[in-house]
């Protein structure tokens, strides 16, 4: 009868801590890089995959081996590197740590059992303490740090989706960088030729007298400046290459990969194509992913600040039942809280601080990207017209000047090294053209990238703190 009444009495203070313990979240099914994927499925044209150790890992490793086995281009190059790099793994990783951070706001706190064993010295009966406490008033700021942890995880799914757009068109422009680089050392090789040729005119000319000293000397100058030219492009060439590779994560035998020899030839259609500032503008503010992190960061600090505005008046009360045992078991409910001696509970400073901070931060971003947006165009422009100037004047005017020379040389008027000179000649125009068509590629795929919500000039990884990747 005794037992019976004391289970009863005791039963509330169980209910409760019971009832507070049933709001536990559920870990979602959805993998946490899902909406990474979808987030850039709408965006670029390329696949994402994480590793899982499953089938479907092989068959990426497959696809990644069919496509190095061809020769590279830009596309496949960018696929490669979604797939392939390892960095891009470590950045699912990091979405999965901010999913688990997200679950586990969802998660109520767990309940304190404490134990005490006491020995009387006066040889009396030992004491046993047992206790259970809950701090009670959790369920009202679980649903407040779980919308916490939402905002930060969409703030890392919309960092991590960024810096996937920078490894993509990174490695885009990383690819016209090596193009460019394999067509100046074949043009750099053929002026080498040119100069070497000239060379050993000038000096069977010398051995005959017909020239100076001082001339022979210009000439071996001349000579020798263009291989020095040559052996530091094929450096830069070499170092291009590397880029490249460790973009697309390769190393070993996966990087003997050949690549399509020229740059993509500009055709008369692509020249016409315009892009206005005001428009682009509109587009980058519309489709930024830095922008919509930025903004992330202000919900995040508006929710840090309700729950800091909130989370002193909530008292931490913490209910639960205990038990003491002498002779006999006593059972009963107990409650603690804590005396504001030193700590009062006021709010945090900090909180509406950091808010402003982010909203400036959102501001000056906005007006940054319009900046961008407009340089991004005025350069696109300039290449452009650099390009079309090199097509319609400067190579035809240097093409015709080696057909002349080559008339004047049949006509005994000039001499062959003035000939392989004009030749020299025609080959800085197209070395000139090659540069001018690399930084035309570059300039477009930097409007796709503003189109597709990224920002120029980070082919390394744009993140505004320290843990760039790329």
């Not at 209910?15 to 994927?37: D, N």
């Not at 350069?379 to 004047?393: G, L």
């Not at 020379?405 to 062959?416: C, D, F, K, S």
């Not at 990224?454 to 082919?459: A, F």
Request: proline content about 4%; overall charge negative; charged content about 25%.
């Amino acid at each position: 009868m005794r037992l019976s009444a004391l289970r009863s009495g005791i039963m509330p203070y169980i209910l409760l801590l019971a009832l507070s313990l049933t709001g536990c979240a559920k870990a979602p099914h959805e993998p946490a890089f899902e909406p990474v994927r979808q987030e850039m499925a709408e965006r670029i044209e390329f696949d994402l995959h994480q590793h899982s150790g499953l089938m479907a890992d092989e068959q990426v490793a497959l696809k990644i081996e069919q496509m190095l086995a061809k020769p590279l281009t830009a596309d496949s190059a960018a696929q490669i590197a979604l797939f392939n790099n390892r960095r891009v793994q470590e950045l699912y990783q990091e979405i999965g740590l901010s999913r688990a951070e997200l679950i586990h706001a969802g998660l109520f706190r767990n309940p304190v059992f404490d134990a005490s064993l006491l020995f009387p010295l006066d040889g009396g009966k030992t004491e046993i303490h047992l206790g259970l406490t809950k701090r009670i008033f959790d369920i009202f700021l679980v649903p407040m740090r779980k919308r916490v942890a939402e905002s930060r995880f969409d703030e890392v799914r919309t960092e991590v989706s960024s810096q996937l757009m920078d490894l993509a068109y990174g490695t885009r422009i990383a690819f016209f960088q090596v193009q460019y680089q394999e067509r100046r050392v074949e043009l750099l090789r053929e002026k080498a030729e040119a100069a070497e040729l000239a060379y050993d005119f000038a000096v069977r000319l010398r051995n005959a007298g017909n020239i100076t000293e001082l001339e022979l000397h210009e000439q071996r100058d001349h000579y020798e400046m263009v291989l020095l030219k040559l052996r530091r492009a094929e450096t830069e060439k070499r170092v291009s290459r590397e880029r490249l590779n460790r973009l697309m994560g390769l190393w070993g035998q996966q990087t003997l990969w050949e690549i399509e020899e020229d740059l993509p030839d500009i055709s008369l259609e692509e020249l016409e194509k315009k892009f206005e500032p005001d428009e682009l503008e509109s587009i980058t503010i519309e489709a930024s992913l830095n922008l919509e992190a930025a903004r992330q960061k202000i919900i995040t600090a508006g929710h840090q600040l309700g729950l800091l505005d909130v989370s002193p008046l909530i008292p931490e009360v913490e209910l639960g039942v205990r038990g003491e045992k002498k002779s006999d078991w006593h059972i009963g409910p107990s409650v603690s809280f804590p005396l504001p001696l030193f700590h009062r509970g006021h709010i945090h400073h900090h909180g509406p601080i950091n808010l402003r901070r982010q909203q400036e931060s959102y501001t000056a971003l906005a007006i940054e990207l319009r900046s961008i947006a407009r340089e991004a165009v005025y350069e696109f422009q300039s290449a452009r017209d650099t390009v079309i100037y090199y097509q319609k004047v400067i190579l035809p005017l240097r093409e015709r000047i080696v057909n002349e020379t080559m008339l004047q040389y049949h006509a005994m008027t000039v001499g062959p090294i003035a000939l392989l000179r004009s030749k020299e000649h025609q080959i800085d125009a197209l070395l000139e053209y090659a540069a001018a068509s690399k930084d035309y590629w570059t300039a477009r795929a930097d409007l796709e990238k503003l189109s597709a919500g990224g920002v120029p000039g980070n082919s390394g990884g744009l993140r505004n703190d320290n843990r760039k990747m790329f």
